[in-house]
């Protein structure tokens, strides 16, 4: 029987179901992330690929017109977040969804078709005694080449992470992270450091935390009814009876000093957002908080945590090194993933929007300040991708 693609015609409830009944699904491809995304303009665009009644492969297609102009009023921008989903090693298959997906990009007018799939690379730190490649996902990076993929210049989402097996029991997981890390969890617990569940109520808190770890390590976030938007989705998903976001706060002496946003989708969670003061970062909450997350975690069912984020090169010149440190003392493991690929389309307009699109971000992040509360910038979505 023969693989044939078609619009998905259902509903958001139906559509997470299907999906986590495929490899690899991811909460990037869920329905809930592509609805907070028509907010800020992109279309979703679901497509299924079916032997029969039995799904092969799915694609949650975001899809987002490019408004610059006459020349440009039929162009978009298409991309799959971590996706499609699909058994890789299926080669007919593969080539078939490729296929069909650079047919699509043409019919939707699309400047370029980003993709980036969890096709794993390898595990560990390259160079290390434990790291060990993955002979499939380089096979599809060599055959996305001779296609006419590239590897984008725009890696939206991190290609490189750190997965923990919570399918250990909590002494197997605390056992295998770096004792300077168990130190400091039973310090945290020593100093008083209290972890508890926020409310939305917490919302403007977290908020204001997350702005300040922006501003001291450096790096840009959105505005707040973004966030806002997000946690709301995920924290009351349709049709759903469990929230599939909630939120932990660290307290010394009933004071905030930490906090992250805690994902689930399909038996994994996702640490997404972080955030801290530079207040008590002596008793070490952040520590705490993580173990408080990962026991959460488990309690849920959830049998990997995913920490969602590593460098893309294992060195100390990385702007991710340190985070990395901490998420490597945790006890998990580097995995290594293909990364965003862009079929292009229009070579000349894709050339003048990948390098028009760096210097857009370079202008954002010098304009990028915190001041007092009522002269605080905050830098807006625009063109920029999920």
């Not at 055959?143 to 097996?165: A, C, K």
């Not at 920490?307 to 090169?313: H, N």
């Not at 090194?321 to 293909?338: A, D, I, M, N, S």
């Amino acid at each position: 029987m023969s693989v044939s693609m078609q619009p998905f015609r259902g509903d958001g409830q139906e559509w997470d179901r299907l999906i986590q009944r495929l490899p690899a699904p991811h909460l990037l491809q869920s329905w809930e992330w592509a609805s907070v995304k028509e907010q800020y303009g992109w279309e979703k665009r679901p497509m299924l690929w079916m032997e029969g009644n039995t799904p092969r492969a799915a694609a949650m297609l975001l899809r987002k017109p490019l408004r610059w102009g006459g020349f440009a009023a039929r162009l978009s921008l298409v991309y799959l977040p971590k996706g499609p989903l699909l058994d890789w090693e299926d080669v007919s298959l593969r080539q078939q969804v490729l296929d069909d997906l650079q047919r699509l990009a043409h019919r939707f007018g699309a400047l370029f078709l980003k993709i980036d799939p969890d096709v794993i690379l390898g595990y560990g730190v390259p160079g290390r005694e434990e790291a060990r490649e993955e002979a499939t996902g380089w096979a599809i990076a060599g055959e996305l080449e001779r296609r006419g993929w590239r590897f984008s210049p725009e890696q939206v989402q991190f290609r490189n992470t750190v997965w923990v097996d919570l399918r250990l029991d909590e002494a197997q997981l605390l056992a295998q992270m770096k004792q300077k890390t168990r130190y400091n969890i039973r310090l945290a617990e020593r100093k008083g450091v209290y972890v508890r569940l926020a409310t939305p109520a917490d919302w403007p808190l977290l908020y204001e935390m997350y702005a300040e770890t922006a501003q001291r390590d450096g790096f840009i976030i959105r505005e707040r009814e973004y966030y806002y938007r997000v946690w709301e989705r995920f924290s009351h998903p349709e049709g759903e009876a469990a929230p599939r976001a909630e939120a932990l706060i660290a307290e010394v002496e009933g004071e905030a000093v930490a906090g992250l946003f805690l994902f689930s989708f399909a038996g994994r969670a996702y640490y997404l957002y972080g955030m801290s003061r530079a207040l008590h970062r002596e008793k070490m909450p952040t520590y705490l908080l993580q173990w408080e997350a990962m026991r959460r975690a488990r309690a849920q069912g959830c049998t990997m945590y995913d920490l969602w984020g590593a460098p893309d090169e294992f060195q100390e010149g990385d702007r991710l090194w340190g985070v990395f440190r901490f998420k490597e003392g945790l006890g998990g493991q580097v995995v290594r993933t293909l990364g965003a690929w862009d079929y292009t389309i229009w070579p000349f307009g894709y050339r003048l929007f990948t390098s028009w699109l760096p210097r857009w971000r370079a202008w954002q992040r010098r304009r990028y300040s915190y001041g007092a509360s009522e002269t605080r910038k905050e830098v807006r979505e625009g063109v920029s991708f999920p």
